[in-house]
């Protein structure tokens, strides 16, 4: 049987590398450009313990959690955006090794997986009630930013328990960060 690929099968490949691209290149900006920064009171650790977050008085000051949450959306967005860009101009590049388009490609799937993902997370904590969320998700860590005006430990428990279900990542790299 012999397989052709052709301009759809490229496409697709390109787009699914963009997307991965996309993902990895918001989540470096995420930690580095982070408005929050957490902190951690205790040195032990258990499963449904709430994690203090201070925020910062001068990095959130003046704005509030709506404001914060609609440029979160629009950041990751527009880096998704570029990255998808990013991939389809290397897909098409012909000087391209065939094998590093492959993994490319494995990238891409693995990057729109962590898409599909993070809007899983998102929808299902937002279903506990919770007004806004934003999750950000590799393979080895999730980081939650979510609005509320306090967090209860079985709040912060149900969004740990509902990241352990969609994912496997250790209950140690889950952060959760409130916005007020």
Do not use: W
Not at 21 to 48: I, P
Not at 68 to 75: G, I, N, S
């Amino acid at each position: 049987m012999n397989m052709l690929i052709g301009k759809k099968q490229i496409i697709l490949a390109s787009l699914v590398v963009g997307l991965g691209l996309a993902v990895y290149v918001n989540y470096q900006f995420a930690q580095t450009d982070s408005l929050v920064v957490g902190s951690t009171l205790e040195t032990e650790k258990n499963y449904g313990d709430a994690q203090l977050v201070d925020a910062g008085e001068e990095s959130l000051e003046g704005s509030d959690g709506e404001a914060y949450f609609a440029e979160a959306k629009v950041t990751r967005q527009r880096s998704r955006d570029e990255s998808v860009e990013t991939l389809k101009t290397m897909m098409a590049d012909a000087a391209v090794d065939p094998d590093i388009k492959a993994e490319m490609a494995l990238k891409a799937t693995e990057i729109a997986q962590s898409i599909e993902t993070e809007g899983k997370i998102e929808n299902l904590i937002k279903a506990k009630g919770f007004e806004d969320c934003m999750v950000y998700y590799d393979t080895e860590q999730v980081d939650v930013v979510v609005r509320s005006d306090g967090l209860e430990p079985e709040q912060v428990a149900q969004m740990k328990e509902i990241i352990l279900q969609e994912t496997q990542v250790p209950v140690e790299n889950i952060s959760i960060v409130e916005i007020g």
